[in-house]
């Protein structure tokens, strides 16, 4: 939990400020974003104030996770969208602007203009191994 001030969501979890709210368990919120990028925009957002993924326990991310397969077939039901973004900004040079986890899920239709810049890159020689030596090593020993 942040000891600052609370986030704009957390505002939204304590009914401060108002919502379209769509879902809500013990753990998770989910409500319309303010400014959609498309009708239907969803945030999924944890109850508790964590800034960024990296700091979000087990059973939390477990409890986001449990409830995004539901959230992405409604979305997908009420507007008919055949696809959908979901998209996590983690970190402000990512594009994240709300300190507060949250995770998009943007309804996409064919032609409808959104999307970002994705060009892929290429390894050098050993860049790869190198990184999944360094990647498999933290996750085996997190600490
Ligand atoms: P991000 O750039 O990933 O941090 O996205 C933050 C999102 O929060 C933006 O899409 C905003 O439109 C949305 N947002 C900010 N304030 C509110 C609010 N009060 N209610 C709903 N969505 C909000």
Same mark, same amino acid.
């Given at each position: 939990m942040s000891a600052a001030s609370p986030s704009v969501f957390s505002r939204i979890v304590s009914g401060e400020i108002p919502a379209h709210k769509v879902y809500e368990d013990a753990h998770v919120l989910a409500f319309l974003d #303010? %400014?959609?990028? /498309?009708? %239907?925009?969803v945030l999924l957002i944890p109850k508790g104030e964590f /800034?960024?993924?990296? /700091? #979000?326990p087990e059973d939390v991310a477990a409890a986001l996770g449990r409830v995004l397969p539901r959230l992405v077939r409604a979305v997908q039901s009420a507007t008919g969208a055949p696809g959908i973004n979901v998209l996590q900004n983690n970190g402000k040079v990512s594009?994240?602007? #709300?300190m507060h986890v949250h995770f998009h899920l943007i309804p996409r239709q064919a032609g409808d203009g959104l999307g970002y810049r994705w060009n892929p890159g290429k390894y050098a020689p050993g860049e790869a191994e190198k990184l999944r030596d360094q990647l498999s090593l933290l996750l085996t020993d997190p600490a």
């Open positions: #303010v %400014g959609p990028l /498309a009708p %239907g925009h /800034a960024t993924m990296d /700091a #979000v594009g994240q602007e #709300v």
